[in-house]
């Protein structure tokens, strides 16, 4: 895809080349096929060369999958490998069970005991996660080498696939359309994902937990699932490698899962081909050039240093940024022409009127707010809120805050009274030492974020939370996360669905219209880490608006807005609540905020000063005093 | 029972050196530095190949520290520095150190072939008795080097002002920076002393092991294990406190289950470790991201 | 000079000026980028354009731990103290690049202790157990310890209890009487009308005006808060 959509691009945007890459599709499967029978019939050595490649391409599929997408850089991969090759051997072997009945129990046990090490993360991350992947896979070789059952040292010698009956016998081996074939699939499969709306979840997950959380996604499952497909991917590359020869402790030890990690450093991490360019290079290299072994292996760590070290963003990564840099030249010429009907100023302070964004919140998120909506009354609620972080003092004292449908409630407050951590307590992102918060007249203590999300409780963040290498409209997408029924269950076929296609326009639609209406329609194709602060404030508050939420928390929307945006944000907001919304802000520009406030609550060192009209507050002279300083 | 614990100690400051080694880098450049263990072989092969060139054991040994000081500074220079330099690729480190580990073992047994060669004996095998137990003066000499090093280290860590500068870095680096500390020096000052604690641990296992161009894979993974259990991440002494258990478990293993024990107790210790305290060891502060502080404050309710 | 992160400047072509002796304020609301300006002098923010000059002395190009040595010192914003140290080791570890001149050292320690003498009965304690307003002494006197040219303070004011507020704000009136230059980014006002001789303000990365504290007391606060919102 063009990095840069260019106007023109733009206006071709909602049909995307998707249809001729989708047409193509028939004929990669068929040439891959094709290839595949060859590699069927040659040669022995061939054969072996090509499939541990395969092999070792699935793996890095499945490490990708985790890492490059949920940022959970997992040192399991070979343990779940050496999983799934042993319970083939040792269950062929042992207990004569079938061998294509082994696949569905070895997927079901790595993928089993994928989610349980996938669990291990909500606890720890980063740096921690990847080593206690990899003691678990230090673990598992210790055991393999010294049970009984799996042979020490020596290994098992693996099962052997049935031979294709006569007729077939042209096909030629077995094992070598059972690999090919599983990588087609491994590589569909992920080709599928990232091409589903579950793919900005995921990496919101990555990059932006909270925000994910925020727009309803239950983080923590997902993850959980996610880490154990990546398993069950790997214990099914463990199922292959099997028939391949000898299972042996020595092919599974812990330098095995550093050179699957290896593999997609190298190849290009979250990349469609990436994995398996790192595969084949890792995995052929010392196959392919003939030198004395010692000199080999120093090449090869020179390389691996030199890869990381200058192209880190591995073979495919530096492959497409030489594509992009000579397309660009091609079209620099136009592209400099159009930059500049398209300066910020000129896209979003345009004065068209956001007539769209009627439609977009016309759709209320849950029942719950449609049979509420005629009430009126308090629609947000905290009673004696307390809370503190750890044994530190308390930053709320016995907060107390009614929010009445449809008002504009404005927070302020000097730094550090406690406003975003009231925003945090009331979106659930911090659960409340003591009190009770009412959320449409249900008490929603212990509901996590999500769970709120889906309430219909929407908030942004002050420090503009979003995947700065996808588009605007993808991370607002995002935000029609519980809108879309299925959207995890159904990524891993999406693009082959008739329903993903569907719904995929719809989504697509449904984003750049909110975009619009937040009049940064013309950022739609931009990456957000292209995008000056001010649209990414917009799109953070698009991504809340899609859903069509009943309750919006802002936390400093006019940060870092000049004195036009900040107008413009104005407008926009007073838009959303004559559709009925109920917004929450915090800021601290009293110039912007008290205008459009209904009521304001002033807080100081935690405690509620006093809740009024704006112009009692302005009138107030402690807040004065503690607040505007005078 | 004594034996198994004299023994488990001898072995474990060896253990405790390297993971100590590991720490120290940690400490400072918050990488663990995959190729110490072949720091450490380099200061063996070193020091077994001038020796048997027909120079005095300890000028070898003083060559053998000084190459695994150089080793591990060449590791921060080509495999480490420009990893964070560019910043933004977190994991790239673990690729690197590790492609260097390749190399400087392979380069090793380019040089020097693949198989064992003799070591100089710096002792000679007198045996010490203590009650009913044996140990050689070799074993002692590592057991006394390994807790004066870890001491030296702890006192110039905690009194001199290097020693708190490196405090200063690991806990805030760009506030470090900002009271003018040069953060790319004490790097590599940190991986040059690292490098000096996996020479000392070649040279006092040398005599048992002989020259070989692939100790250093072996003990660097139990150096690791060392620094894991001890919660060496956080404060380096403990590193060696994790290598001392490690080496009294898997001797002790060895000794009352069976002689494959030591190959998967030592694991199974650490398995329970982690999942009893992950707090205790995983607790480096601002490698968690911040909403998992939260969380905590939030659980601990 | 201009600074950001990434592509995008978060404060663009902002020029101001420190006098030998002179305090001047940045003023702004939340996000106008008044930190960032501060990390951008120190070198901290890696995209910066621009030229930074302590006296004669151009640092643009200098690292940040040249910039600290003695050209500029900073205490920043949460203050940041190295809490597991003492209050004495955070102080020393200030003179870092004066650490071979002990004499020096020890008579900059020493007028640290005078202008804060609660400091030399805490200077053995751990300063992660300090009162906020005492970790803000730590942090004021880490940064006189380097003799800078220029202090740089980020909001010494945040989360201090008014007592604390007013023992910093006499601090720093007493540092300006001994002729410390200073640059001092605050929300409070008050406190910067009360310090500085000159005041910027900072809207939206730029500065949009430049006045004396005499305008703000005699047209009032309404003259300033027009920006703050």
Redesign the interface.
């Known amino acids: 895809m063009t990095s840069k959509a260019t106007p023109l691009s733009r206006a071709v945007a909602v049909g995307r080349p998707w249809s001729w890459r989708v047409a193509a599709i028939p004929l990669v499967v068929i040439v891959y096929l094709a290839l595949t029978g060859l590699v069927a019939n040659a040669s022995i050595n061939v054969q072996s060369l090509v499939l541990v490649a395969a092999v070792f391409g699935i793996l890095a599929f499945s490490l990708d999958l985790v890492a490059g997408m949920l940022g959970l850089y997992s040192l399991g991969q070979g343990g779940f490998f050496a999983i799934g090759a042993y319970f083939t051997a040792i269950g062929a072997a042992n207990f004569e069970i079938d061998v294509a009945l082994l696949l569905p129990i070895v997927i079901a046990v790595t993928g089993l005991s994928g989610a349980i090490i996938g669990a291990m993360s909500l606890r720890v991350s980063g740096l921690y996660f990847a080593i206690t992947t990899f003691i678990f896979t230090l673990v598992l070789t210790v055991l393999a080498t010294d049970l009984r059952i799996t042979g020490g040292t020596q290994g098992l010698l693996g099962p052997a696939l049935p031979d294709f009956p006569g007729s077939l016998s042209a096909l030629g081996t077995p094992v070598a359309w059972c690999v090919m074939i599983a990588l087609l699939l491994a590589m569909g499969l992920i080709w599928n994902v990232r091409n589903s709306p579950l793919y900005p979840v995921l990496l919101s997950i990555r990059d932006a937990e909270p925000f994910a959380e925020a727009a309803g996604a239950r983080t923590s499952l997902i993850k959980i699932g996610i880490f154990g497909v990546s398993a069950a991917m790997a214990g099914a590359a463990g199922w292959l490698f099997s028939f391949l020869g000898v299972v042996s402790p020595g092919q599974f030890d812990w330098s095995v899962s550093l050179n699957i990690l290896v593999m997609v450093l190298i190849g290009g991490i979250n990349t469609t081909l990436g994995p398996l360019v790192g595969a084949i290079f890792v995995t052929m290299f010392p196959a392919t050039v003939n030198i004395n072994p010692w000199l080999q292996e120093i090449v090869y760590g020179a390389l691996s240093i030199i890869a990381v070290t200058m192209f880190p963003e591995g073979i495919i990564g530096l492959a497409r940024r030489r594509l992009a840099a000579r397309t660009s030249r091609r079209a620099g010429r136009t592209e400099n022409a159009t930059l500049l009907t398209e300066t910020p100023a000129a896209s979003t302070l345009d004065s068209r009127r956001p007539a769209d964004l009627d439609r977009i919140s016309s759709q209320p998120e849950s029942p719950v707010g449609e049979q509420g909506s005629a009430a009126v009354g308090a629609v947000v609620e905290c009673r004696d809120i307390t809370f503190g972080y750890g044994a530190g003092p308390k930053v709320l004292r016995g907060v107390s805050l009614t929010v009445e449908r449809g008002h504009i409630h404005g927070l302020i407050g000097p730094n550090g009274s406690g406003k975003s951590t009231l925003a945090n307590v009331i979106a659930g992102r911090l659960t409340p030492m003591a009190g009770t918060i009412l959320v449409k007249g249900m008490r929603v203590n212990g509901l996590s974020p999500s769970g709120r999300a889906r309430l219909g409780l929407r908030r942004t963040f002050q420090a503009a939370e979003l995947v700065r290498e996808l588009t605007t409209s993808q991370n607002v997408s995002i935000g029609l996360f519980t809108r879309v029924p299925g959207i995890v269950r159904r990524a891993a076929l999406w693009p082959l669905l008739p329903s993903g296609w569907r719904d995929q326009a719809w989504m697509r639609a449904r984003s750049s219209e909110a975009l619009r209406s937040v009049e940064a329609g013309a950022w739609t194709e931009r990456r957000v880490g292209d995008v000056p602060h001010g649209i990414e404030q917009l799109t953070q508050l698009a991504s809340v608006c899609v859903a069509g939420p009943d309750i919006i928390i802002l936390d400093e929307p006019a940060t870092g807005l000049s004195s036009r945006e900040v107008a413009h944000l104005a407008r926009i907001l007073t838009q959303l609540k004559a559709q009925g919304v109920t917004l929450i802000i915090i800021e601290h520009q009293t110039r912007f905020l008290f205008p459009l406030c209904d009521k304001v609550t002033v807080l100081n060192a935690g405690e509620v000063v006093l809740t009024g009209t704006a112009d009692e507050v302005r009138a107030d002279p402690v807040v004065r005093q503690v607040y505007l300083g005078e | 029972m004594l034996q198994f614990v004299l023994s488990g100690l001898a072995i474990g400051s060896i253990y405790g050196l390297i993971g100590m080694a590991l720490a120290i880098c940690f400490y400072v450049t918050r990488v663990i530095n995959f190729s110490q263990g072949q720091s450490m072989m380099a200061a063996i092969m070193l020091t077994a190949a001038i020796s048997s060139a027909g120079y005095s054991p300890l000028a070898a040994a003083a060559a053998g520290l000084v190459g695994s000081c150089v080793i591990a500074v060449l590791a921060y220079v080509v495999a480490v520095r420009p990893i964070l330099a560019l910043d933004r690729f977190s994991f790239g480190w673990l690729v690197s150190t590790l492609g260097f580990a390749a190399v400087v073992e392979n380069g090793a047994a380019y040089l020097w072939g693949p198989t064992s060669r003799p070591f100089p004996a710096f002792l000679n095998e007198a045996s010490i008795h203590l009650g009913d137990a044996v140990l050689t003066e070799q074993q002692l000499l590592a057991i006394a080097t390994a807790i004066i090093a870890a001491t030296l280290f702890e006192v110039v860590r905690k009194t001199t002002l290097f020693g708190k500068l490196g405090v200063a870095i690991a806990a805030d680096p760009e506030m470090a920076s900002a009271i003018g500390a040069n953060t790319t020096a004490v790097a590599l000052v940190a991986f040059a002393i690292a490098g000096l604690f996996a020479g000392i641990a070649g040279l006092l296992i040398g005599p048992s092991t002989f020259a070989n161009p692939y100790l250093g894979s072996t003990y660097g993974t139990y150096g690791f294990i060392a620094m894991m259990i001890g919660g060496g991440t956080e404060k380096p002494v403990t590193a060696m406190f994790g290598g001392l258990l490690l080496g009294v478990l898997a001797e002790g293993a060895n000794a009352l289950i069976n002689s494959q024990a030591s190959d998967w107790f030592p694991f199974l210790v650490l398995v329970v470790i982690l999942i009893v305290t992950p707090r205790g060891l995983f607790n480096a502060g601002h490698l968690l991201p911040r909403f998992r502080v939260a969380a905590t404050a939030a659980a601990r309710r | 000079m201009s600074a950001g992160y990434?592509?995008?400047d978060?404060v663009h072509d902002v020029g101001l000026r420190v006098g030998r002796g002179e305090a001047v304020a940045l003023l702004g609301?939340?996000?106008?980028?008044k930190t960032t300006v501060l990390k951008a002098i120190?070198g901290?923010v890696k995209q910066r354009r621009g030229t930074v000059r302590v006296g004669e002395t151009d640092v643009s190009a200098f690292?940040?731990?040249?910039i600290?040595?003695g050209f500029l010192?900073?205490a920043?914003e949460g203050r940041?103290l190295?809490?597991?140290?003492s209050v004495e080791?955070n102080l020393?570890?200030?003179a870092?690049?004066l650490?071979r001149e002990t004499a020096r050292v020890q008579a900059l320690l020493d007028s640290v202790y005078d202008l804060f003498p609660v400091l030399r009965s805490y200077s053995r304690r751990r300063s992660a157990f300090l009162s906020g307003g005492e970790q803000q002494m730590v942090a004021i006197g880490?940064m006189l310890m380097?003799d800078p040219d220029v202090l740089l303070l980020d909001?010494p004011s945040?989360?201090l209890s008014p007592a604390a507020v007013e023992t910093v704000v006499k601090a720093l009136i007493e540092l300006r009487r001994r002729g410390a230059s200073l640059l001092l980014v605050e929300?409070?006002?008050?406190i910067a009308v009360r310090v500085c001789d000159r005041l910027y303000i900072l809207?939206?990365g730029e500065i949009a005006e430049e006045m004396t504290p005499e305008t703000v007391r005699r047209e009032g606060?309404g003259i300033i808060?027009?920006y703050?919102?």
């Open positions: 990434g592509r995008f978060v609301p939340n996000g106008a980028g120190m901290l690292p940040t731990h040249r600290a040595s010192a900073i920043p940041r190295f809490t597991d140290l080791d020393v570890l200030g870092l690049h650490r880490r380097s909001e945040v989360a929300q409070r006002i008050d809207t939206h606060l808060n027009k703050l919102g």
